[in-house]
Every structure is written in C-alpha cells, then in structure tokens.
C-alpha cells in the first residue's frame, strides 16, 4: 500500500472518528448549526462521517438570511491533512468580508464575525492554497451560525436574492468627493459616467463598417454608435483583434480597425477589451495554421517559428497597445480548440503569459490577462470528452483546476473569462439555471481572481420572454457577485450579430426596443447614479451612489473623480 492511500484511509478514520466523537448523533441541521457533510452546496470531495472532506481547492456553503443590519458570527469547526510543511487554508468568505485561518491535523474551531446589511448572503468555506504539487485535504465537521437564519438549500431564487443583496448593498453606498475648497457652498452636479459594474457589447466585424467616425445622422452606423455608447460602458473587437485580420503574412501588421475601436472606447469613457492573442481557430493565418499543424505533427523547427510569431503578435499587440485596454484574451478556448496547449503544453502557455504580462509593463499599463472558455456555465465536462461515458461537471472544477495549473507553473493569470450562449428551454437536458451559474462562480472565485462573462447570448427558439429572463438572471447573478466585474453580449443588434446571440438582442433589424431590450433598460437604469448635492464648507461633497467613475459640475467646471469599492 502506497503512503498516500495509507494518508488518506488514516485521514478517513480520523474524520469518522472526530465525528463520533464531537457530533455523536448529529446527521442534520440542529437550529443553526449544520454538520459539513449536510450543507447545500458542495464543490468537490466526499462525505466521511458526519464531515464534508474537500480533496483539493474547492467550497461547501449555505444561504443566511438577516432581516436588519447585524452582527453575525460564524465558528467553523475543521480539520487538515498537510502536505510537508504545507497547512491546509481554511478562508470563510461572505460578500465583501472574508477571514482565514490555518486547519491544522486536530479538529479545531474557527469563529469569524461579520458586519451584514438585511438580505439574503451566501457563506462559502473553501480550501484555497491546495496547488498541483501537494496533496491538502479539509474536513468541514460543522458550520454553527449566530445571529443569522440559515436557509439551507440551493435554489435558483436563493441564488438570485443573495446576487440581488450584494447589488444593493455592495455595489453601491456613500461615496465622498473632495472638491477645491473655493467650490464650498456651491451645488455639485454629480453624474455617473462609467459604472464600476462593467456591461458590454462588441464592435462588430472584420472590417470597420458601423464605427464610421463621419457616419451620417440617423444612418445604421450612426444609430449602432448612439446605441453602443448610451447602453453599454465597455467594448470589444468581436472580429477584428483575431490574428487573422491582423498579420495576413508575416509581417504585414494591420491593426486599423482594431485602433479604431480602442479610439471610439477612449472618446466615448468606455473600458475596452481586446479579444484574443492566441486562438486555435480557423480566423488565424493560413501560415500560422500550416506551422501550428506542422507542430502539432512534431515538427520542432515549426514550433521554434510558430513561438517567434507568437512573441511578434505580443509586441504590436500588447507592447504598444495596452494601454488602450484593460484586459486581454491571452489563450482563448484551450480546452475546446487545445492547438496550443497540445504544442507548447502547460508550462509553455505559462510562458507565454510570462512574456504578454512583461509587454503590459513596458506599456506601462494595468491590463488584467484572461483565459477565456465555454461550457462553464451550462453543459460543463471536462473536455475532450463522450457525451455518453464523460461526467458532467455542474461546477467546472476542470477549468478552475487549468486556472490553477497555470498559474502554478508561473504564468500570471490575472482575470476568468466564461462563455455562455444559454439554451433557455426549461425542458432542455441542461437547462439554464440561475443556482448552477452561481455554484460555478463560487467555484471560480476560490482562485481569488475577476471573474468576466465574456460573450453573451441566447440561442433561437427562445420567446422573447424567455431571452429576457435569462439574460437579466444572468447579469444579476455576475455582476451581483463579489468577484464579478464584466457582463458581455456578444451582439445586441439583430442586423450586427450571429445566431447564437440571436434571440437576447436589445433592439431588432429596425432599431426597435425589444423585450430583451426593455429589462436591459430596466436593470442599467436603475444601476445609475445622477442628482444634485451641496458642496459642504469644508469643499466636500457626499452622497450615495453606486461605485465607478464620475463628472461633478460646479459653477461650469467639470472635475472627475474614480470612486470605487473599498474591498
């Protein structure tokens, strides 16, 4: 017998025992204490006694519902399995507060205490600091709660209550400006430019058609421009950032619509993203597929060439754009279209996130870089896999456990991108569910990283109704999430966009508001702040408002101000 599996039997038989020995009898919830193995959401692991036993980074958690502002405490009791001199971490994270402490091999309590506003919170206790090279484990023996109702279950409206709370709650409160001390007593006109919250939509296209800087009044390219830069607060090339369109022919750098979006962003006080350096798809090259196929094939002196390549694409790409962007598809759908990953394998791609991070810094900007992939939301398996004989994965543990490997081998991974071109059939196999897209970014999130939905739709066949439900659950729940910073469509016009995204458009062939459009509407608006406040005498001006970038107009001179969540 192997000295892991002894570990591991030994490990088993000290939960069970713990378990007998601290909770004899207690198989389910007593008021508000819940022993692990019977809370609602569970990421990984296995039941061992009357403790939950995550075997590896994962999460197990429950709801908590507080009727008015309170203090609530919450006392784990755990124990670790280490790895050498590595201790398991146990981080107990609530909204906005998180509190960590060291599980070691005894059982031990573990109290935490928390400042809450009315609503409904999802608490999640994860292990965090497992990494490919050790071998933790965590018992969760029992969550006992004080001065909280704990709803212990896991259903779509639990899950958007608790989205719903942070939006009110998190993403929005007192905000203080201060102004030059002569504008004392004056009346401040104080207007939200940029939400924190990011909510986006693509310029579309290979080629600039709808961006026409001299677009004539009430023509298709004009009225795409008013509506993309009234509704939306950030954009992205959907076409235009693909290598393809970028480098015909070795060399030959042609980056002109891809500047032309980065402009319109920059005039307009949009973010912007860029989308993608490195693609397995049939939009790169033909010379980059002939090398990347004679790679593949083992051919070591394609590979040499194929990585050259990739280091001249970072230079036009990253080195001398980045900071017209904030963040940066670096390897787009690696698991899906694995060309890449196959070639240089996972230490190669690290480095090629080493290199595109050392190109952000010599363009002295702060561009967050992305894995981006799809079927994390919905449909999740580990790719490549048989639909019949592969397990499906309703919390993509595949894809946090690829974020982590990379990161593990050094490449600084700083940012999740998820797809989710939602089928919203609820008769579907794997219909869209509001409290399975929570579970997954719960999941996500114990990598510590922003987490972006980075392209939106919904697929034909849905009513109006129902494309309007899925995607206004969908930004309540990633932008009502801590670590959730950006909601996406990947087209929002139905004469601009493809048939994925089809049937979530705001506004059909004609420039008519449709029901998607109207609860987008909705949602933004009512995720705007603008009013009048005095300027005090001490040259402050205070309100409550929601967190980004804002204008304050006194007497004609407009000062700006980023004021953003405190974390």
């Not at 965590?138 to 259903?155: D, K, M, P, Y």
């Not at 230490?347 to 090629?352: F, K, L, N, P, Q």
């Not at 398996?381 to 048989?386: A, V």
Request: one cysteine or more; glycine letters at 8%; charged letters at 20%.
């Amino acid at each position: 017998m192997s000295i892991a599996s002894l570990r591991a039997i030994t490990f088993a038989h000290l939960a069970l025992l713990q378990a007998l020995l601290f909770w004899p009898g207690a198989a389910a919830a007593e008021g508000n204490t819940l022993v692990g193995r019977d809370l609602a959401v569970r990421s990984n692991g296995n039941a061992e006694g009357n403790a939950w036993v995550l075997d590896g980074n994962g999460y197990v958690g429950t709801y908590l519902r507080v009727d008015e502002p309170a203090e609530i405490s919450i006392t784990v009791r755990t124990a670790g399995q280490t790895d050498g001199d590595v201790t398991p971490q146990l981080s107990a994270v609530v909204a906005d507060h998180a509190r960590s402490f060291a599980a070691t091999d005894k059982p031990a309590d573990h109290t935490a205490a928390f400042t809450l506003p009315p609503g409904t919170h999802f608490v999640r206790l994860q292990l965090d600091n497992d990494t490919p090279a050790t071998d933790l484990r965590l018992a969760i023996h029992h969550l006992a709660v004080e001065g909280a109702e704990v709803v212990n279950e896991h259903t779509d409206a639990l899950a958007l209550a608790a989205a719903d709370t942070y939006l009110e709650h998190y993403r929005q409160g007192p905000i203080t400006l201060a102004l030059p001390p002569e504008t004392a007593g004056q009346e401040a006109h104080i207007t939200l430019v940029r939400n924190e919250m990011l909510f986006g939509a693509i310029a579309p296209g290979a080629s600039n058609v709808l961006l026409d800087p001299d677009a004539a009044p009430g023509s298709e390219p004009a009225l795409y421009q008013e509506a993309l830069r009234t509704h939306f607060n950030v954009t992205v090339p959907s076409n235009a950032g693909k290598w393809a369109y970028n480098e015909p022919a070795p060399g030959m750098v042609t980056m002109d619509y891809p500047d032309t979006i980065l402009k319109f962003a920059r005039d307009h006080d949009m973010a912007a993203r860029m989308h993608a350096l490195v693609w397995d798809t049939e939009q790169q090259p033909g010379w980059v597929h002939e090398l990347l196929d004679r790679a593949k094939a083992g051919d070591a002196d394609a590979k040499q060439q194929l990585r050259d390549a990739i280091s001249r694409r970072i230079d036009y790409y990253v080195a001398d754009r980045a900071q017209g962007y904030q963040a940066l598809d670096v390897l787009n759908e690696s698991f899906h279209q694995p060309g890449y990953l196959d070639v240089f394998g996972v230490e190669g791609i690290a480095d090629i996130f080493r290199e595109t991070a050392d190109a952000v810094q010599r363009a002295n900007a702060d561009t967050r870089l992305y894995v981006n992939e799809y079927n994390i939301l919905q449909w999740s398996r580990k790719p490549p896999y048989d639909e019949e004989q592969t397990e499906a994965d309703p919390f993509a543990n595949w894809f946090r456990e690829h974020v982590e490997t990379l990161r593990h081998h050094g490449g600084p991974v700083t940012g999740i991108g998820v797809q989710y071109y939602a089928n919203a059939d609820p008769d579907a196999d794997d219909p869209h569910s509001p409290a399975q897209i929570a579970q997954v970014l719960h999941n996500l999130a114990v990598t510590g990283l922003p987490i972006s939905l980075t392209e939106f739709g919904v697929s034909r066949g849905a009513t109006p109704d129902q494309a309007a439900a899925v995607l206004t659950d969908t930004m309540r729940l990633v932008l009502g999430h801590p670590d959730g910073e950006l909601f996406l469509m990947f087209g929002f016009y139905r004469g601009a966009t493809w048939a994925r995204a089809a049937e979530a458009c705001l506004f059909d062939e004609s420039w008519n508001l449709t029901e998607p459009g109207r609860r987008f509407k909705q949602l933004t608006d009512a995720w705007h702040t603008e009013l009048i406040a005095p300027v005090g005498p001490d040259g402050t001006v205070r309100f409550d408002g929601f967190y980004g970038l804002y204008d304050v107009a006194v007497n004609g001179q407009t000062y700006r101000f980023d004021a953003r969540r405190r974390r």
